[in-house]
């Protein structure tokens, strides 16, 4: 049996029963990672002399007092746009390839006090923008079930780094489903948190009212052991909500009777797989069996989620990305006579396509004589759709329906084609504007490749969703599922 097959808890018990070192751990790790990189290409950068050495100190704390952390000694990835003291930092972009940041991200730096092992930086699309990893300016993941297969994304180096057993557990972003449909295409599970619980200081923003931090682990016990690590108020980020932090851990009780389920009638209409939609049918029986109810329910703006969210991520990235203007950091293009020369080229070279297209329709839509038919509709629309959830939220606990409406695609079998690549995220994109969290599970196999099961919570209710999710997870084998590498 492979260490990573063991739980935290019993990671820990050998740990400190001296039958294991956290070397042993890293090892594993960096074994796993020759042994399938190749494959998965997952990792953009290695950091394996600070993590050896890492081990080694935690070994000789372990040998005079004990681990301090349910997370102590783990092997972590942390995708590449969440900045690293001393470890580049790309955004999967050319223009950030020689970007070696001087502090760490509020996240990065609760993970280091919990005492885990960064072993990496994870592969994703450019800037985060993209949903299949093909956007990278290095190089595309590949999905460990089907190499042929995109992994999702932004997240998707992230995603299947877990899924192919190279880490214990990976931090993605989430703008519009980054966290959760490469999730579901890799088999694992992944937490977009509600918007504000976890500090976004230190990540590189695409979308500033939309972006958030989350975890992806092998189960739902190890997503509340991270989440509890990463989330709480954090005085560097203005959007940092101060509320307390509940023990997610206590809330892991297997007992949902009488949970009240309301089932999109949006989610499962047309464009979804009839093959996926009957995978979160059965689902929904196994919830039933174990005491919640459920109704079909409408949330009837959904239709123009993706829409709107295009229209707003795409002019928050405009402004956002004005800073990468080949003068204060990033790469300067060696071509350039005068200083347009130098903001014009050094952009032109430094970002892909996809950013560029979003950068242009972010402008446009920003642009005098524009701003009220296009950026101004669209928020007055992410109002509608959040008011949608709160109505559903007033007679329901919990909302559930496919992550992804369809498996994972082939590479290179939607990158010709930006509309139907949006598409993919149709299902995830409403959630995050309302700003409120949501978790996929595996819940089945389509064609040989992962079904994801989405449950959508209430506002800072992530108690309720790991609940939920953890008392599906104890009855069934999906999370137990490995590819064969």
Same mark, same amino acid.
């Given at each position: ?20 070192k ?8 960096? $074994? ?7 494959k ?6 290695l ?5 050896? $050495?890492?081990?080694?100190?935690l ?8 681990a ?13 746009n ?19 940041? @001087?502090?760490d ?13 960064? +072993? ?31 992994p999702?994304?932004?997240s998707?180096?992230?995603a299947? &780094? ?11 972003s ?8 490469? &999730?579901?295409?890799?088999? +694992? ?11 976004r200081?230190?990540?590189? &923003? ?13 189960n739902?016990?190890?997503s $509340? ?23 997610y ?6 007992? +949902? ?44 703006h ?21 800073r ?17 020369d ?9 970002f ?20 009220d038919?296009?950026?101004?509709k ?17 007679k329901?606990? @919990? ?26 995220? +149709? ?17 089945g ?17 992530e108690?309720?969703l ?20």
């Open positions: 049996m492979s260490l990573f097959d063991l739980n935290l808890q019993e990671i820990q018990a050998k740990l400190q029963g001296k039958e294991l956290v070397a042993d751990l890293v090892d594993q790790s960096f $074994a796993r990672i020759q042994d399938v990189e190749s998965v290409r997952a990792f953009l950068t950091d394996e002399e600070n993590a050896r $050495a890492a081990a080694q100190q070994d000789e704390q372990l040998a005079t007092g004990g301090a952390s349910p997370l102590f000694g783990l092997p972590i990835g942390i995708k590449d969440m900045v690293t003291e001393g470890l580049t930092t790309t955004c999967a972009s050319k223009f950030l390839s020689n970007y070696n940041p @001087i502090y991200a509020t996240v990065v730096s609760k993970l280091k006090a919990a005492q885990t092992i960064t +072993i990496g930086k994870l592969n994703m699309d450019e800037f985060a923008m993209g949903g299949s990893n093909e956007n990278s300016a290095f190089h595309p993941s590949h999905n460990p079930w089907n190499t042929e297969y995109v999702g994304g932004s998707g180096g992230s299947a &780094a877990v899924a192919a057993g190279e880490v214990y557990f990976a931090l993605g989430d703008t519009g489903g980054s966290i959760r449909q490469p &999730a579901a295409y890799c088999g +694992i599970v992944g937490l977009k948190p509600t918007y504000g619980l976890v500090s200081y230190g990540l590189v &923003a695409f979308a500033s009212s939309l972006d958030q931090i989350g975890p992806l682990t092998k739902v016990e190890d $509340a052991y991270l989440l509890q690590a990463i989330a709480g108020h954090d005085p560097k980020d203005s959007t940092s909500a101060k509320v307390d932090i509940p023990d851990l206590k809330a892991l009780t297997g007992d +949902i009777k009488g949970l009240r389920i309301g089932v999109p009638q949006e989610y499962m209409g047309k464009g979804v797989d009839p093959a996926v939609k009957e995978k979160v049918l059965e689902a929904l029986k196994v919830l039933e069996s174990l005491g919640a109810t459920w109704e079909e329910v409408t949330l009837p959904s239709e123009y989620a993706v829409a709107a969210y295009y229209l707003l991520a795409s002019s928050e990235a405009s402004s956002n990305l004005a990468f203007d080949g003068i204060r950091y990033g790469v300067r293009s060696d071509n350039a006579r005068n200083l347009l130098v903001y014009n080229m050094s952009r032109s070279e430094g892909g396509p996809e950013v560029k297209r979003r950068i242009m329709l972010g402008t446009y839509a920003l642009s005098s004589g524009y701003y038919a296009y950026y101004l669209a928020q007055k629309v992410r109002t509608l759709i959040k008011q949608d959830f709160e109505q559903v939220f007033e329901y606990d @919990i909302i559930i329906g496919p992550t992804a409406p369809t498996p994972a695609f082939k590479i290179g079998e939607q990158s010709g084609d930006p509309l139907t690549m949006y598409l993919n995220d +149709i299902l995830t994109i409403p959630v995050s504007l309302a700003g409120i969290p949501a978790i996929s599970v595996p819940c196999f389509v064609g040989g490749l992962p079904v994801g099961l989405q449950m959508i919570g209430k506002a800072l209710d108690a309720t790991l609940r939920v999710a953890h008392a599906f997870e104890q009855h069934t084998d999906h999370h137990k599922q490995r590819p064969q590498l």
